[in-house]
C-alpha cells in the first residue's frame, strides 16, 4: 500500500496546482462587463442524452434570434454572442453549466434550457446570483412551486393549462355534438398525466362522463392492451396525455383495433408536423387534433419573419418548422422588447419589467403572474387534408373544426 | 375477462421475440461465461440496419434478414476479438460486465452519429393489419414476429445440435478442460460464439423494430429485461430462455391488464426475486458462480 | 520500515489539509460546484469500494439506496422546516444508518447468490426502486418528483457548508476502510473474495462481515443521495435511481483501482472533474459518448487493475532492479 508515495506527491501537487490556476484564472477573465461590447448570453441545452432532439431546436430559435437582431445593429447597439453549452439531459451536468455560465465565463444573461426536469435546478443557481431567467420549455406545475420572481415561462400557458383550449371547444358544440362519453390515456410524466387530468375534471364538471382511465409508465412498449379495453368501451372522446412515441403507438393501436372515435385528442406527438404523419400514416392523421402556441401560417407578431429566416437555415417547409424552435426564438423576441421599452438590458430590468404589461410574440401576447406562471391561453390545432391547421378559438382559427373524426384512412 | 385473456395472448407474442434476443444472451454467457451487457444494443443496432435498408432499399425486413444477419455476426466477433479477448483471465467476469457495459455506450454513441435521437419505426404495409379471432385482435405483424422467432430459435438450435461447431459449443459450455482436451479451440469457439449470440440480434432487431419504435437509448430498456429474463431460466440455458421469456411477457401483460401497466414492469423484477430467493441458480441453471 | 509506515497517515493529513483548505483561496463558485459533484463522488467510490472492492461484490444497483436517501431528506423535510440551512445535514447520520438497516434484508437476499449474478440481481433492485419512487405518488410525488426548500446559505459561500459536509463524509468512508484494511474484518473480506465457500469452511463468519460490508457501503452512499439531493433541490425518480451514477462509481473505482485505501478517490477525481468540465467545454458534440466508451474501454483492456495497483507493481519491480542492481 505505501510504495508508491512518490507518484501520489506528485499527483496531489498537480491536482491541487490545476485547482488554483482554474481558480485564479476564474478572478481575472471577465468578459461582459462594458456596455459596449458584445452582450453574451448563456444557455445550457441538451444536445445529448434523451432531450436532445428539442434541445437542438431550442438552440436553432436562439441562434436564429440572436442572427436576426445582429443582422439589425444588435440590442441597444450591442451584437448578441450565445454561448451555449451541453447538459447531456443531465440535472448535475445542468447546474454545473449554469454556474460555469454565470461565474466563469462571465455572461450578461441567461436562457432556459429544455426540460421541466433541469428547468428548477438551472433556475434555482440563476435565482442565487441574480439572474433572470426566461425558459422556452419546461413548464411543468413543478416549476412554478418555488415562487421565483427571476422566472418566466416563455409559452402561453403552463403546460398543465395547455389542454384547457380542447375543454373550451368542446363546450362551445351544441349540446348534442358534445361527446357524452371520454376514455383517458396518460403518461406518468411532469406534465401529460397532469395535463389529461386537468381535462378530464373540467369535462367531468361539464358532464362528459368518463368510462375508463389509465396512466402507464414512459417505458411502456405496448399500449394495446390499454387501447384495446379504451376501444371496447367506445368512448365519444379519447384525450391522449402523450409525450412522442406513446403518442404514435396510441394511434397506431387504435388502428388496428379499427376503432376511430368521434374526437381524439393528444397532448404532444400529434402536434409534431413532419414526424406524426411519418408514423401513424398520414392519411391515419384526418381529425387529430392537439394544442399548439406557434403553429405554421400564424399570424402573431414576428411569425412570419421566423418562419422565413428558419427555412432559408435549416431548408424544409412552415410544415416542418419545429415549435420548440419558435418558443426559444420567442424568448428572443421578449429580450428585445424589454431593451426597445426600457432601452436598458440587465437582470434587474427584464426581472421588474417582465413582471407587469404584455409582450407581443410570435407566441401570441404574453404575460406573467409573480411566479412565472404564463397567464394565456393555448390554441386548438387538427389534422385536415394532411396538414396541421389552427381552428380554436375562432379568432386565430384557419378552419372549422372537423368533427367527428372520419374513419381511419381519411 | 376478455381484458386478460387478450393480455395472455399478447405475452405469448412477445415472449417469442423476447425469447429470442434472450437466446443469443444465453449462449454468450454459456460459452464464454461473459454477462453481456452490450446485447440490448445490438438489437437496437440490429433495429437500425433493418430500418435503414428499408428506408432507403425498400428491401422488406424479412427479406433482408440475411444481410443484417452476416453484418451483426462480424460485429460480434469484431467485438470479441478487440475487447473481450485480451481480458485477463482472472478476473474476466468482472471486467467483462463493464467491458461490454462500455460497448454498448460505443454503439450508442455511434448509433447517435448515424441516426441521431429522432424515435424510428420501420412501418411495413403490413403494420396496421390484425384480424379478429373469437373476438381477441391479432395484429400480423406480431404473428409473424412471433413466426420470425420460432424460425430462428429453430435454427440455432440446429446449428448448435447438428453442425460441428454446434458440437464444439456445447462441449465447450458443459465442459470447458475437457473441451480443451478433445481440441476444441477455446479462442475460435468463443469469438465465434459472441458473434452467433450477436447474429442473433438481427433477427430480434428487425422484429423489434417492427413492433415499436426505438432510438438509440432504447437498449437500456431492454437489457434489464433480457438479464432478468436469461437469468430467471439459468445462465447458460437457451431451454431456459425461452421459458423465462414466456413466464415475464405473460405475467407482466395479465398484470398491466388486471391490475395497472405502471405495476407490469415490476412483475418482471419480483418474479425475478421470487425465484432466485429458492433457486439462486434459475430455473434451468447449471451454475451458481456465474463467473467461475 | 517506521518512515514508510508513517507515510500514510502523513498523506492523509496533507490530503485532508489541502481540501479543508482549498475553499479559503476563494475559489470561483463554478470551480467549488465541480469540487462538490467530485467529493459526492469520491465518497460513493470509496463506499462502493467497500463493496466491490474488498468483500468482491460488485453491486450495481448501489443507486438505488442514492435513491433512498436522496428521497428520506426531500420527504422529511417536506414536514419539517429548514431555518439555519444546516437541518438537513444533521439529519445525515440517521439516514445513513437507516438506508444502512433497509439494506439488511435486502443484502441477506441478494448475497445468496454471487459476482455477475449478483450484479445482475443489484440492476433488478435498482429498477425496482425506481418503479415505487414512480409508482408510491402519495409518498414520492411521482414522476412530479419532490421538492427540498433551497438552503438560505449566502450566495458568496452558497457551495462551502456542502463541501465540508462531504469533506468529513469522504474522511469517514476512508477512515473506515482504512480501519477495515487492518482489522480482522478485513482479512475475513479478503478470505470472502478469494474464496468464499472455503473462507467459511475455515471458520471466517462469511455472513456477518458481507453483510457489515454492505449495509456499511450503502449508508454511506444513501448519505451522499441525501446531500445530493440538498443541492440540486428537486428531485425526480429518473435522476435520484439513475444507471448511470451505478457506472460511474464503479467505472472510477476500477480506474483508480480495487481493494485501495487511495484508488477509488483518484479515480472520482479524475473521472468526475474530467467529465464536469469536458462536457461543459467541449459538450454538444455527438462524439461525445463515443469518446466516453473509448476511454471506459481503454482503462478496462489497458489497465484492468486500476491506476493504484498499476504503478505500485511497477514501483516495487524498479526497486527490486535497484536492489539487483547495487548487488
Known amino acids: ?410 | 375477462m376478455h381484458a386478460l385473456v387478450q393480455g395472455i395472448i399478447l405475452g405469448v407474442l412477445t415472449a417469442g421475440v423476447y425469447a429470442l434476443m434472450a437466446s443469443g444472451q444465453s449462449l454468450i454467457f454459456g460459452v464464454m461465461r461473459v454477462v453481456n451487457m452490450a446485447q440490448g444494443a445490438m438489437v437496437i443496432l440490429g433495429a437500425y440496419l433493418s430500418y435503414q435498408l428499408f428506408a432507403s432499399l425498400g428491401i422488406d425486413p424479412f427479406l433482408a434478414l440475411p444481410i443484417t444477419t452476416a453484418v451483426m455476426f462480424g460485429v460480434g466477433v469484431g467485438v470479441q476479438l478487440l475487447f473481450l479477448r485480451p481480458l485477463r483471465d482472472d478476473d474476466r467476469s468482472q471486467l467483462s460486465v463493464l467491458a461490454t457495459f462500455a460497448v454498448a455506450l460505443l454503439i450508442e454513441g455511434v448509433m447517435t452519429v448515424i441516426w441521431n435521437t429522432t424515435d424510428r419505426s420501420i412501418d411495413t404495409g403490413y403494420a396496421n393489419a390484425s384480424w379478429t379471432v373469437f373476438g381477441y385482435e391479432i395484429t400480423l405483424v406480431r404473428l409473424w414476429a412471433f413466426l420470425l422467432s420460432l424460425v430462428a430459435l429453430g435454427l440455432l438450435y440446429l446449428i448448435l445440435n447438428r453442425t460441428r461447431f454446434g458440437r464444439a459449443v456445447r462441449a465447450s459450455v458443459q465442459n470447458p478442460e475437457s473441451a480443451r482436451l478433445l481440441g476444441v479451440e477455446a479462442d475460435r469457439v468463443a469469438a465465434l460464439g459472441y458473434g452467433l449470440g450477436t447474429a442473433t440480434a438481427a433477427a430480434a432487431g428487425a422484429v423489434y423494430g417492427m413492433l415499436y419504435p426505438f432510438n438509440p437509448g432504447s437498449h437500456y430498456d431492454l437489457i434489464s429485461r433480457l438479464l432478468s429474463i436469461v437469468l430467471l431460466g439459468g445462465l447458460g440455458s437457451i431451454g431456459g430462455a425461452v421459458v423465462g421469456a414466456l413466464v415475464i411477457s405473460v405475467s407482466s401483460a395479465v398484470v398491466a391488464a388486471a391490475v395497472s401497466p405502471i405495476w407490469s414492469q415490476m412483475t418482471f423484477f419480483v418474479v425475478l426475486l421470487l425465484v432466485l430467493v429458492i433457486r439462486p441458480r434459475g430455473l434451468f441453471g447449471t451454475t451458481v458462480r456465474g463467473g467461475l | 520500515m517506521s518512515a514508510r509506515r508513517a507515510l500514510g497517515p502523513a498523506r492523509a493529513i496533507v490530503f485532508f489539509g489541502v481540501l479543508t483548505a482549498l475553499p479559503s483561496f476563494d475559489l470561483a463558485h463554478w470551480a467549488m460546484n465541480m469540487l462538490v459533484f467530485t467529493l459526492m463522488f469520491a465518497v460513493m467510490s470509496s463506499a462502493w469500494n467497500l463493496l466491490g472492492g474488498f468483500a468482491g461484490y460488485p453491486s450495481l444497483g448501489h443507486v438505488a439506496f442514492f435513491g433512498i436517501g436522496a428521497y428520506t431528506e426531500v420527504l422529511w423535510f417536506a414536514h419539517h422546516p429548514i431555518t439555519s440551512g444546516y437541518e438537513p445535514f444533521w439529519l445525515l447520520p440517521l439516514i445513513g444508518i437507516g438506508v444502512g438497516l433497509v439494506g439488511l434484508p435486502i443484502a441477506a437476499l441478494a448475497m445468496r447468490t454471487r459476482a455477475d449474478v449478483f450484479a445482475i440481481v443489484t440492476i433488478t433492485l435498482l429498477f425496482v426502486v425506481q418503479t415505487l419512487a414512480f409508482n408510491l405518488r402519495g409518498l414520492t410525488g411521482g414522476a412530479q418528483g419532490a421538492s427540498i426548500a433551497a438552503a438560505p446559505f449566502p450566495a458568496a459561500t452558497y457551495e462551502r457548508p456542502f463541501y465540508y459536509v462531504l469533506t468529513v463524509l469522504l474522511a469517514f468512508a476512508m477512515g473506515l476502510t482504512w480501519l477495515g484494511m487492518r482489522s480482522k474484518v478485513g482479512l475475513s473480506l479478503a478470505a470472502v473474495r478469494a474464496d468464499e465457500d472455503k473462507a467459511a469452511g475455515i471458520g471466517v463468519r462469511v455472513q456477518a462481515v458481507k453483510l457489515l460490508a454492505f449495509c456499511v457501503s450503502v449508508g454511506l452512499t444513501g448519505m451522499v443521495g441525501a446531500v445530493w439531493a440538498y443541492y440540486e433541490g428537486f428531485i425526480y425518480p429518473q435522476f435520484a435511481v439513475d444507471p448511470l451514477i451505478t457506472v460511474a462509481i464503479v467505472l472510477m473505482t476500477f480506474l483508480g483501482g480495487r481493494a485501495t485505501l487511495w484508488g477509488p478517490v483518484i479515480g472520482a477525481f479524475i473521472l468526475e472533474l474530467a467529465q464536469q468540465y469536458l462536457a461543459y467545454s467541449l459538450g454538444g458534440s455527438k462524439f461525445y459518448l463515443i469518446a466516453y466508451a473509448l476511454v471506459f474501454l481503454v482503462v478496462i483492456v489497458l489497465l484492468p487493475r486500476g491506476i493504484v495497483p498499476s504503478i505500485a507493481d511497477r514501483l516495487r519491480q524498479r526497486r527490486r532492479r535497484r536492489v539487483v542492481d547495487a548487488r
Open chain 1, 1 to 410: 500500500m505505501s510504495k508508491h508515495n512518490r507518484l501520489w506527491h506528485r499527483s496531489l501537487t498537480a491536482t491541487v496546482a490545476a485547482l488554483l490556476a482554474v481558480g485564479c484564472a476564474s478572478g481575472g477573465g471577465s468578459n461582459g462587463g462594458g456596455s459596449t461590447g458584445p452582450l453574451v448570453i448563456g444557455a445550457s441545452v441538451s444536445l445529448t442524452g434523451d432531450f436532445s432532439d428539442s434541445g437542438k431546436a431550442v438552440q436553432h430559435g436562439y441562434q436564429l434570434w440572436a442572427n436576426m437582431v445582429n443582422a439589425s445593429g444588435g440590442i441597444l447597439g450591442r451584437q448578441i454572442r450565445l454561448d451555449i453549452v451541453d447538459d447531456a439531459s443531465s440535472p448535475t451536468q445542468v447546474v454545473t453549466n449554469y454556474q460555469n455560465l454565470i461565474n466563469k465565463d462571465h455572461v450578461d444573461l441567461t436562457f432556459g434550457p429544455f426540460s421541466t426536469l433541469l428547468t428548477i435546478p438551472a433556475s434555482q443557481v440563476a435565482k442565487r446570483y441574480g439572474y433572470a431567467f426566461l425558459a422556452p420549455a419546461g413548464g411543468g406545475p413543478a416549476v412554478f412551486q418555488p415562487n421565483l420572481h427571476n422566472f418566466f415561462f416563455v409559452q402561453p400557458a403552463p403546460t398543465v393549462q395547455s389542454g384547457d383550449v380542447l375543454v373550451k371547444y368542446l363546450l362551445s358544440l351544441p349540446a348534442d355534438q358534445r361527446p357524452t362519453t371520454a376514455a383517458y390515456a396518460e403518461l406518468d410524466d411532469p406534465f401529460s398525466a397532469p395535463l389529461a387530468e386537468e381535462i378530464r375534471q373540467k369535462l367531468e364538471a361539464a358532464g362528459v362522463r368518463t368510462v375508463y382511465k389509465q396512466v402507464y409508465p414512459s417505458e411502456t412498449m405496448d399500449l394495446s392492451p390499454i387501447m384495446g379495453a379504451i376501444a371496447a368501451l367506445h368512448p365519444d372522446l379519447i384525450v391522449g396525455g402523450t409525450q412522442n412515441e406513446d403518442s404514435y403507438n396510441q394511434v397506431k393501436s387504435l388502428v388496428q383495433l379499427k376503432y376511430s372515435p368521434k374526437f381524439l385528442f393528444q397532448s404532444n406527438g400529434a402536434n409534431s408536423p413532419l414526424e406524426f404523419p411519418d408514423q401513424v400514416g398520414a392519411a391515419n392523421t384526418e381529425g387529430i387534433m392537439a394544442p399548439a402556441d406557434w403553429y405554421p401560417g400564424s399570424k402573431a407578431t414576428g411569425s412570419a419573419a421566423f418562419t422565413a429566416a428558419y427555412i432559408k437555415a435549416y431548408g424544409g417547409t412552415a410544415q416542418s418548422v419545429d415549435d420548440s424552435s419558435a418558443e426559444a426564438y420567442a424568448v428572443g423576441q421578449v429580450l428585445s422588447e424589454v431593451a426597445n421599452k426600457t432601452h436598458k438590458i440587465d437582470n434587474d430590468t427584464i426581472i421588474s419589467t417582465l413582471h407587469s404589461g404584455t409582450w407581443p410574440t410570435l407566441l401570441g401576447n404574453l404575460s406573467w403572474s409573480a411566479n412565472g406562471a404564463p397567464n394565456g391561453e393555448f390554441n386548438l390545432v387538427q389534422w385536415q387534408g394532411g396538414k396541421l391547421l389552427p381552428v380554436y378559438p375562432p379568432s386565430i382559427a384557419q378552419a372549422k373544426p372537423e368533427a367527428p373524426k372520419p374513419n381511419w384512412g381519411g
